[in-house]
């Protein structure tokens, strides 16, 4: 009696084992290629995201160059229009220079005489 219900038990616990084992495998098995599948798209999204940070990065480098190459332009005509200020100033301080000295000798004359 007890030995025909142990058998039986035993039978049905070696029946279950195996049904869950199979589930088990089953189960570790959809887990592997959902993870496969995820890492997969990881893979893809991060490849992608590199790809976009390398194009901006570029983009940014080109965009840079050209500030620069703006910049130097710029300069160059600020530097021109400065060196032409300075040059207008002499001529100006020259002519100034030059019309203090008639007054200064006008008057030097009209005291004279």
Excluded: N, P, W
């Amino acid at each position: 009696d007890m030995d025909a219900l142990r058998t039986e038990l035993k039978g049905d616990m070696d029946a279950l084992r195996t049904e869950l084992k199979g589930d088990m495998d089953a189960l570790r098995t959809e887990l592997k290629g959902d993870m496969d599948a995820v890492r997969t798209d990881l893979k893809s999204d991060f490849q992608v995201h590199r790809s976009d940070t390398r194009y901006d990065s570029s983009s940014l480098r080109a965009e840079i160059a050209a500030l620069r190459t703006e910049c130097r332009e710029d300069f160059g005509a600020l530097r021109i229009e400065i060196s032409g200020i300075r040059t207008d100033m002499r001529t100006d301080i020259a002519a100034l220079r030059a019309e203090i000295r008639d007054v200064a000798g006008s008057r030097r004359a009209s005291s004279v005489a």
